[in-house]
Each structure stands twice: as C-alpha cells, then as structure tokens.
C-alpha cells in the first residue's frame, strides 16, 4: 500500500573477517626461509572472483565490488571479473555504471554466455523488457546451462502475467543453480502468486539454507511468511467467488481515493475500505480487527514502509468472508496493522488481490465501482482490446506502467495507485536538471504505513502522460523509493496517483495485464 497524503496536502552487509593462525614454529620457519617467489597472480584472480562470488550470494555487495575492482587491476584483459562486477552494480542498482561495463564486454565478446545474461539482468532491472528478452535468449542460444537467463526469463514472465512459463523457466534456473539465493526466493514468490502455498514454503525453506545466516531480519521476516504460507495450505481454496456474477456498488471519493462500503464474515454493519491498486493483498486495521474479534494467525517480524520509523510489524490474518455488493469472497487473507489516522478514517484496504478474479471498473466519473465475471463483459472487453494499455505486475504485487513527464525523454515505470492520493515521483527523478523549475515552494504531510513524514518536497508537473491519456499542471511529491524499488524486481521511478486517475473511467483486465481508461470530467471536491 502507498502512502497517503492529508487534507493538508499525504540485507544487512557484514564485512567477511578473514584472520589466519600460525604456530610459533611456522612463523620461525617463515622468518629464517628465503624467499622464493611471489604470490602467482592468476591465482589470486581466480581467488579473488570465487570470494566474490559468495560474498554476492550472501548479499554482501560492497565487499564483493571490492574484491572484483582488484582483480581487473591485477588482470584488465580477462573480461570475467568485469561482467560479475556489472552484476553487483545491478544487484546495488547503479544501473548506469552496470550497463556500460558489461555492454563494452558483450560487444567484444559476441560469444560470451555469461556477459549476454548480466546485460539482460541489467535492463531487466530498468524496466527495459524487450532488450531483455533479446539479452537473454541470446545467452541461452550461446550456453543453454546459463541459469541467470533462465531465472531472468521467468520474472519476465511473471512481470508479464505468464505464471506457468515464470514457474517452468524458474525450476530450470533451479536446476542449473540449485544454491542460488535469488532463484530460490524467486521461486517462491511466484509459487504464491499460482497459489502453490506448500510450495512456496518449501522455495523459502530452501532461500533460508542457502542464504545470508546474518540477515536477521529478512530471514524472520520469511519464517513468518513460511508459517502463514503453511497455513493457507492446509485452509483449502483462497478468495472463492460466490454471490452474482455482477456488480456495482457507488463509492466514496475521499481525498482522490476510492471509499468503498463493504461486510466482512456475518458482522451486519459495513466498514470503510480504500480501494488500493497499490497493494497486492488486503489489509485490516488492528482496531477494526479487535472489534470483529478477527485474531492473527501468525506474525512475522517486521517489514519496512514509507513514513515513521520506516518500520511495522507483519500480522498475518484470515477473513472467512468479504461481501461486496452482490458478489462475496470466502477465505480471504490480510494483513493486520495499526493505522496512522488522519481526518479519513477507514477500516481497510481492497488489494489487487481480493478483485483479481474479476473485471474490475472504476468509474471516477460516477463514483461506481463494478465487478463482473459475466462472459459477455469479458468478451466485450477483449474485443476493444486495441485501446488497452499494458500492465506489469512487479515482484511485490503492484501494478506498473510506463509513463511520460515532460522534461523526460525515456518512459518511466510508475505504479498504478488508486490509493495513494497524490503522484509520486522518485527522489532520483526529482533530482534530474530537466525537473528543478518544477519544484515547488510548498511541502506536505505523507501518510504511509509505517507512520507519517512532515516536509515533504512538491512538484508542479506540467504534463503526465499514460497511453494517448495526457492531464497537466500534476501535483506530485518526491520521495526516496528504495524500499519499494528493492521489493519490486524492475525499477520504478513514480507512482501514478488519484489527483491523475480521478479524470478516468478505468477498467482492469487482471488475467491480461490490461487497462483501459476513458476520460470523464468528476465533479470538483
């Protein structure tokens, strides 16, 4: 879930110690013995990139860097100590830096398997899926055991919406790989996204064996998620549809979010729930769940958000059903956190997940939100296919699109955020020359998960722009997405709020990755 904006405006990296113990006589031995030659260079190369290689694995970047910086001066003519170091630029996301070495390699080296998947690996990373997936059938076409390529064609996959093809392609980096951290973890998280919870638990079981032991954190943050992963396993089917096969229900516009009224298990009055295109499952707030008397299943330790301290517990929860309108859902799970309250007070959040099953609209115009499986919607749907707009769904759940600022050359990945009030740009974005006019003199107070943030920087965007859809004069704030980026697979440079959505009619094709908008003209708050 992203942040919200008020009415007033909304791995631990542990150096490796290497110590060596000699005995007396060794040192005497070493004292009085001539030296008869040098450390052999070609080996301490081979040395330095097998180091390195764990120090990658176990997410220790900086050492890593380190390590591969020496060998290229020990030996500047062997390209493989480069291409691995293009490959911990990209896992510390200095993308820039990242592409420019191993590109050099590749262009030279038009055989070289390896230099081919840390290239795609690096645009991947930027959002820049086509070259990726040019990138990577090159190196599979060069070297079929090339297990980077095979992991980085799975989360194409998954970004894409291709489930089955992420999991087959990801079981075969597996098995070229089967140590491999990100694979494991990858694994994972895709075998939840195909409800595939036994397992899920068993990808993260195997992430925890052949991760970093000292990222503490992280890794209680997994055994909770195992424990719940577990639990769903054995509840039976998840978000099961019963009720209509349609329907429409108006809804709230609340400081340019969506307020949905709905009922949660047999309790007769409804709740207040924020329509969240930002986050992939539902959430309920603590105090709402006391008062249902809806207990935890499981916690697990603590993620990091926007806001506050940057940090919240995990809580996981289980809602037996969620009736909207006619159509209900039965076993639904959310997450169970405290709320920082402003004037708009709400019970929850509706993630992507609890609607995913359906033909979604929201209608800015009318204030309706509609859900549909009836075949003749769908089909009328996908027969005006042609004025869609791609969606991707990114590692952590979000939907993502390309978007145009004016002063910005290239598209950039923004997050499509019903519930988020306001757009966000990146504090990266925030600092190009092209966007310093845009800067405002007025700050605002942000809301996000993990508590609030007082000051934060404007932007007076002149032109943003989604498909052929175009509005001007965008207020947008800047904020630091490293945690969302970090969670996210592929970059993202912003988040596309409701002062932009509220202008649409937007319907939501989730089994297709797909959006339409339709401009309509709300009535001024």
């Not at 970004?159 to 140590?179: G, H, M, Q, T, W």
């Not at 709230?252 to 930002?278: A, S």
């Not at 004069?473 to 997405?481: E, G, H």
Request: proline share 3%; hydrophobic share 40%; charged share 30%.
């Amino acid at each position: 879930m992203r942040p919200t904006v008020s009415s007033k405006i909304r791995p631990n990296r542990i150096p490796w110690l290497f110590g060596y113990l000699l005995s007396t006589a060794a040192i005497l031995l070493l004292i009085s013995a001539p030296v008869l030659s040098q450390d052999d260079p070609k080996e301490t190369y081979k040395k330095h990139l097998k180091n390195a290689a764990k120090l990658t694995r176990a997410g220790s970047f900086v050492e890593a860097e380190e390590l591969l910086r020496k060998a290229i001066e020990l030996d500047g003519f062997r390209s493989d100590a480069k291409v691995e170091l293009a490959y911990v630029l990209t896992k510390q996301r200095r993308l820039g830096d990242a592409f420019e070495l191993v590109y050099s390699v590749a262009e030279k080296e038009p055989k070289n398997a390896r230099a081919f998947a840390v290239l795609g690996a690096t645009m991947l990373a930027g959002g820049r899926f086509r070259e990726a997936r040019l990138s990577f059938f090159n190196a599979i076409k060069l070297d079929r055991r090339e297990h980077l390529a095979w992991a980085g064609y799975g989360m194409l996959d998954f970004y894409e919406n291709r489930i089955e093809d992420s999991l087959e392609n990801l079981r075969e980096s597996v098995f070229y790989a089967p140590e491999e951290p990100d694979y494991l973890f990858a694994l994972a998280q895709v075998s939840a996204r195909a409800e595939r919870y036994g397992e899920a638990a068993d990808a993260y079981r195997d992430f925890l064996n052949a991760s970093n032991k000292k990222d503490v954190d992280r890794r209680e943050r997994i055994r909770g998620l195992i424990n719940f992963l577990r639990f769903l396993g054995n509840a039976g089917s998840l978000y099961r549809v019963g009720g209509k096969e349609r329907t429409v229900v108006d809804f709230e516009l609340v400081g340019n979010r969506p307020i949905i009224k709905l009922r949660i298990n047999d309790h007769p009055r409804e709740l207040r729930f924020v329509l969240d295109t930002g986050s992939g499952i539902s959430v309920l707030s603590d105090a709402t769940a006391k008062r249902l008397k809806i207990k935890p299943v499981t916690k697990g330790g603590f993620a990091r958000g926007i806001g506050g301290d940057g940090k919240f517990e995990i809580v996981y929860g289980l809602l037996r059903e969620i009736s909207i309108g006619d159509v209900n859902l039965r076993q639904v799970p959310v997450y169970i956190r405290k709320f920082h309250s402003d004037a708009q007070e709400v019970d929850g959040y509706i993630g992507l997940a609890l609607i995913s099953k359906f033909l979604t609209t929201v209608d800015y115009g009318a204030k309706t939100f509609a859900l549909t499986r009836r075949s003749n919607d769908e089909k009328a749907f996908r027969e005006n296919i042609g004025a869609s707009l791609p969606l991707r769904l990114t590692s952590s759940g979000f939907l993502s699109g390309e978007v145009l600022l004016q002063g910005i050359d290239s598209p950039l990945n923004f997050i499509v955020d019903t519930g988020a009030s306001v757009s966000v740009i990146s504090d990266q974005v925030a600092r190009e020359d092209s966007m310093l006019p845009f800067a405002g003199e007025e700050t605002l107070r942000v809301i996000g998960s993990a508590g609030v943030t007082n000051d934060v920087r404007t932007f007076r965007l002149p032109k943003v722009t989604f498909g052929p859809h175009s509005e001007r004069d965008i207020t947008a704030i800047a904020l630091d997405l490293d945690l969302i980026n970090e969670a996210s697979g592929f970059e993202q440079a912003g988040i596309l709020g409701g002062n932009f959505l509220r202008n649409y009619r937007m319907t939501f094709d989730f089994k297709n990755s797909k959006v339409t908008f339709e401009s309509v003209k709300p009535e001024k708050q």
